[in-house]
């Protein structure tokens, strides 16, 4: 892994793209987060705190609303509701375009255009996020996702590995402040696995993770914070330095032994 | 898992000021490129298109050649051409969304600082270049068969009117049916019968507009005295519907899409 380049996230001090200086504060605060789908509650009155660069893993069996929660801080769901969600201080709701600007989703699901080349997919998405001196910031992700002999290819003729890192260089374009990770290990190679350990592990102190997983032993190797959901509701939420790691999965399988409604 | 405090917010000025500044026009460029890129290495839309249009170019000359000698095939082109030219665009539409769809990619698109109007017009803009470039292959095949005169099936003794005049209502139909068309494929894509759906929605929003339009283009096709004065009525109220209902489409497509 040492080949992984690493990742500069950290910007020039003074420069226009200067990375903004976030005090102290939670990251995310979600109050009372509720979600439906028509009469079935995905998520039912979640509130949790996470600081600022943090990592916290969420977990929980099929169908207990981790996707769903990630996409309502993702902004791409909205809330049920008189509940309330802030990520990097800003709500999910009412400023959902300036947080948008702020962070960035690793997915199961590449999110890439599979016609267009690496390079011109993140040409692409670097001019949606208006960012400046594009290629000077793509040859470094190409470089540190190990992609930049393939540029020029398309995304179509890629492996799942290729595809996944590729999609990881897609969201850390925009430098986000807070990556949401869901289950982006599914499908992966071990060599695959082993670049988006390094990727996160060069990252790791410079941004806030949030990440949905079904792996146990990855999650909580990973995460500073952990919370297990079921049935929509937080069942246990606690930083990880403060778990039992023996309870804690005894806990998550009692959970997934339940099930969902 | 405490209640927010109102401090907590004591990050977002800072936060704010050191991105860079968001530009809508560098925003739709850079959607019009992606999605002309994508056509150019596919050619999906407009291949299918057009091998649509003249495949049914090809069956109205099976199915009109046998009409006989005493009917004038010049009062029914117009909504021949119409006809060809909705069905084609449909077929279109319908693939111009699932691009975004395959790959989650409509998620990525969400998840960046955009004005939802924006998606609604950059993919609006494509659809219209498309099926300007297939119009563009396939109404001179239709003029020359059904319009000009030149092919023994047309008995009518008519004096058409100039071909810009067929292309203005060409354009005007094909805004309408783009803007439209871009709206109602997006909330047909995630459905399961999206293809169905589409259709189903499609004509009947369109219906005003494909009453004008036929007798825009019936106006110029048959020509003759006095067309003008109904052509130029025709396009100014398909100009019209286009500006209200784009209008509509481009306030309603945030809402459309759901966040």
């Not at chain 1, 540029?151 to 260089?169: E, H, K, N, P």
């Not at chain 1, 102190?205 to 949030?210: A, G, I, S, Y």
């Not at chain 2, 109602?184 to 009453?211: E, Y």
């Amino acid at each position: 892994m040492s080949k992984t380049a690493h990742v500069s996230d950290s910007k020039q001090a003074g420069s226009a793209n200067a990375e903004p200086a976030v005090a102290a504060v939670p990251a995310i605060i979600a109050h009372n987060v509720s979600r439906s789908f028509g009469p079935r509650k995905a998520l039912d009155s979640v509130s949790f705190k996470l600081p600022d660069r943090a990592f916290l893993s969420i977990f929980g069996p099929n169908g207990a609303g981790k996707t769903t929660l990630l996409k309502i801080l993702a902004t791409l769901l909205p809330v049920t509701g008189d509940g309330t969600a802030q990520v990097c201080g800003f709500d999910v709701k009412s400023e959902a375009e300036e947080l948008r600007r702020r962070i960035g989703l690793i997915s199961h699901n590449p999110l890439l255009y599979r016609d267009l080349s690496a390079e011109e997919n993140l040409q692409f998405f670097a001019e949606l996020y208006c960012i400046p001196n594009p290629k000077e910031r793509i040859d470094e992700l190409l470089e540190a996702v190990e992609l930049k002999h393939r540029r020029y290819d398309v995304v179509r003729g890629f492996s799942r590995g290729m595809t996944q890192r590729l999609s990881i260089a897609r969201a850390l374009l925009p430098r986000p402040q807070v990556l949401f990770l869901d289950e982006p290990y599914s499908g992966l190679d071990p060599h695959a696995s082993d670049i988006l350990d390094s990727l996160i592990e060069n990252i790791r102190d410079q941004h806030t993770f949030v990440m949905v997983s079904h792996d146990l032993d990855k999650g909580l190797d990973l995460a500073s914070h952990a919370l297990i959901l079921s049935r929509g509701k937080i069942v246990l939420y606690d930083r990880c330095d403060h778990l039992d790691q023996t309870e804690f999965k005894k806990v998550y399988r009692e959970v997934v032994g339940l099930g969902v409604s | 898992m405490d209640a927010p405090n109102k401090d907590m917010n004591s990050s977002k000025s800072t936060a704010s000021d050191a991105l860079p500044n968001l530009s809508s026009w560098r925003q739709y460029k850079a959607l019009l490129r992606k999605d002309i890129a994508q056509e150019f290495r596919t050619k999906e839309m407009i291949t299918s298109m057009g091998l649509y249009g003249m495949l049914v170019l090809v069956i109205y000359y099976i199915a009109l050649s046998r009409t006989g000698t005493d009917f004038d095939i010049t009062t029914i082109a117009a909504g021949l051409l119409l006809l060809m030219i909705v069905f084609t665009s449909m077929l279109g539409l319908n693939r111009s969304l699932i691009h975004e769809h395959d790959q989650g990619q409509l998620e990525a698109l969400l998840l960046a600082p955009i004005d939802r109007p924006i998606i609604f017009l950059a993919k609006a803009t494509t659809n219209l270049l498309f099926l300007l470039v297939v119009q563009l292959v396939v109404v001179p095949f239709f003029y020359v068969m059904f319009v000009s005169g030149s092919m023994p099936i047309l008995m009518g003794d008519v004096t058409p009117g100039p071909w810009w005049k067929l292309a203005i209502a060409l354009l005007l139909g094909s805004i309408g049916i783009a803007g439209i068309g871009t709206l109602l494929a997006t909330i047909s894509v995630n459905t399961k019968g999206r293809d169905f759906i589409l259709a189903v929605l499609f004509i009947p929003v369109m219906f005003p507009l494909l009453l004008v339009l036929v007798a825009a283009l019936n106006a110029v096709i048959v020509g003759g005295t006095g067309y003008e004065a109904e052509f130029w009525t025709m396009c100014a109220a398909a100009l019209g519907f286009n500006a209200i209902v784009i209008a509509a489409a481009y306030g309603l497509y945030e809402f459309i899409l759901g966040v």
